[in-house]
């Protein structure tokens, strides 16, 4: 029997995404891997280039990808998008 290899990938989970309301994938992304910048739709503003932040993946369309700030991320649901 073989075990899943060990990597960056053992850091993705399914999560519910607070935007689309599909199920996604939520993957870590460093600073040194972060080149541009992306707008947070927890807090409604910028990521700047440089700053890790995690991203969030819907499974059915990774196209409606969103970039959150950490922070905002583990907050999602004290602060909601719109209000
Ligand atoms: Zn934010």
């Known amino acids: ?3 899943r290899p060990r990597g960056p990938d053992r850091l993705a989970r399914f999560v519910d995404d607070p935007v689309t309301g599909a199920t996604a994938e ?15 739709p927890g807090c409604n503003q910028g990521i700047a280039p440089g700053t ?5 993946v819907p499974l059915a369309d990774a196209t ?4 959150w700030h950490r922070a905002c991320w583990d907050h999602r649901h004290r602060r909601r998008p719109g209000h």
């Open 26 to 40: 939520l993957r870590p992304v460093r600073g040194d891997a972060a080149h541009k910048a992306y707008r947070c």
């Open 1 to 3: 029997m073989q075990r």
């Open 64 to 67: 409606q990808r969103r970039h």
């Open 52 to 56: 890790t932040h995690v991203v969030v």
